[in-house]
C-alpha cells in the first residue's frame, strides 16, 4: 500500500523552518555573505577590465592628460585624484618616488575633483598650469602647501611660479579644460569609480591610498613589465 503524498507545505511553514535553521547554524549567514562578496568582487573587477580595455587610449594615451617620468615608458601608472583628498595628498610624495627611482615609468595624472567648487578650480588651475610648462609644478604645490586647493590657492602659487596669472585664468575656463575634466569623469564612470585615489597600472588597480602605497606600486609596475601588454603600456 502506498502512503497518501503529505501535503504541501504553506509558505508561512517553509519560512519558519528555514528561519529556525538559520537560527540554529548562524555561520551559514556568514559563508552566504562572504560568497556574496566575492561574486560582487569578481564581478566589479571583470567590469572594470573590460572598461580599461575598452578606454585604453583615453585612460593611457590621451592628449589631454598630463604626463610625467618617461614618456615612452614600458609601463604606464595612471591616477585619479582630488586636491582636497587627503589620502592624495598623502599618497603623493610615493607617487613621486616612483618616477623617481623608475625611470621606464610613465605617470598619467588625471584631473577629477569630486569635493565641490573648490576643487573644480584646483583642478582648472593645474590644467591651465599644464598649458603655461608648469603643470606638475602646480600640482605638487597643491598638494604640498598647507591650506585647502581652490581659486585664491592656484593663484597664489601661480604668482610663485612666474606664470601669466590673467592668462591662467582666461585659461581655467577654456573648453579644452572643460573638455579634459569631463573626459576623466566619463572614465571614472566606465571604471565605476567610487572615491580618489585610483591607480590604474596596466590592468592592475590599486583603490586608495594604503599604507604601503610604494610597494604595492612597484609590486604590480614589476608584474606588468615581466608580463608584457600592449594596449594598457
Same mark, same amino acid.
Given at each position: 500500500?502506498?502512503? @497518501? !503524498?503529505?501535503?504541501?507545505?504553506?509558505?508561512?511553514?517553509?519560512?519558519?523552518?528555514?528561519?529556525? +535553521?538559520?537560527?540554529? &547554524?548562524?555561520?551559514?549567514?556568514?559563508?552566504?555573505?562572504?560568497?556574496?562578496?566575492?561574486?560582487q *568582487?569578481?564581478? *566589479? $573587477? @571583470? *567590469?572594470? %577590465?573590460?572598461?580599461? %580595455?575598452? &578606454?585604453?587610449? #583615453?585612460?593611457?594615451?590621451?592628449?589631454?592628460?598630463f604626463? $610625467?617620468?618617461? !614618456?615612452? =615608458?614600458?609601463?604606464?601608472?595612471?591616477?585619479?585624484f582630488? +586636491? &582636497?583628498?587627503?589620502?592624495?595628498?598623502?599618497?603623493? !610624495?610615493?607617487?613621486?618616488?616612483l618616477?623617481?627611482?623608475?625611470?621606464?615609468?610613465?605617470?598619467v595624472?588625471? /584631473?577629477? !575633483?569630486?569635493?565641490?567648487?573648490? %576643487?573644480? #578650480?584646483?583642478?582648472?588651475?593645474?590644467?591651465?598650469?599644464?598649458? *603655461?610648462?608648469?603643470?606638475?609644478?602646480?600640482?605638487?604645490?597643491?598638494?604640498?602647501?598647507?591650506?585647502?586647493? &581652490?581659486?585664491?590657492?592656484?593663484?597664489r602659487?601661480?604668482?610663485?611660479?612666474?606664470l601669466?596669472?590673467?592668462?591662467?585664468?582666461?585659461?581655467?575656463?577654456?573648453? /579644452?579644460?572643460?573638455? /579634459?575634466?569631463?573626459? $576623466?569623469?566619463?572614465?571614472?564612470?566606465?571604471? =565605476?569609480?567610487?572615491?580618489?585615489?585610483? +591607480?590604474?597600472?596596466?590592468?592592475?588597480?590599486?583603490p586608495?591610498?594604503?599604507?604601503?602605497l610604494?610597494?604595492?606600486?612597484?609590486?604590480?609596475?614589476?608584474?606588468?613589465?615581466?608580463?608584457?601588454? /600592449?594596449a594598457?603600456?
Open positions: 500500500m502506498v502512503d @497518501a !503524498p503529505a501535503a504541501k507545505l504553506g509558505e508561512k511553514q517553509v519560512v519558519e523552518i528555514v528561519r529556525n +535553521y538559520l537560527t540554529k &547554524n548562524p555561520e551559514i549567514l556568514v559563508e552566504m555573505t562572504t560568497e556574496l562578496d566575492r561574486r *568582487q569578481d564581478e *566589479q $573587477a @571583470a *567590469q572594470q %577590465s573590460k572598461a580599461i %580595455s575598452e &578606454n585604453a587610449d #583615453a585612460l593611457f594615451r590621451s592628449s589631454k592628460s604626463s $610625467a617620468g618617461n !614618456p615612452d =615608458g614600458d609601463v604606464t601608472v595612471v591616477e585619479f582630488d +586636491y &582636497n583628498c587627503g589620502y592624495c595628498r598623502r599618497a603623493m !610624495p610615493e607617487v613621486v618616488k618616477i623617481d627611482n623608475d625611470d621606464k615609468v610613465k605617470l595624472l588625471k /584631473e577629477l !575633483p569630486i569635493f565641490g567648487d573648490d %576643487s573644480e #578650480a584646483a583642478a582648472k588651475g593645474a590644467l591651465a598650469a599644464h598649458k *603655461q610648462g608648469k603643470y606638475f609644478e602646480m600640482h605638487q604645490k597643491l598638494f604640498s602647501q598647507p591650506g585647502k586647493a &581652490n581659486k585664491d590657492k592656484v593663484l602659487i601661480a604668482n610663485e611660479l612666474g601669466d596669472v590673467p592668462q591662467l585664468e582666461a585659461d581655467m575656463e577654456s573648453e /579644452e579644460v572643460a573638455e /579634459e575634466l569631463a573626459e $576623466a569623469r566619463g572614465l571614472a564612470q566606465q571604471l =565605476g569609480l567610487q572615491g580618489t585615489p585610483l +591607480y590604474l597600472i596596466g590592468d592592475r588597480i590599486i586608495g591610498a594604503p599604507d604601503d610604494y610597494d604595492q606600486l612597484v609590486e604590480k609596475v614589476t608584474e606588468v613589465r615581466e608580463k608584457g601588454c /600592449e594598457t603600456c
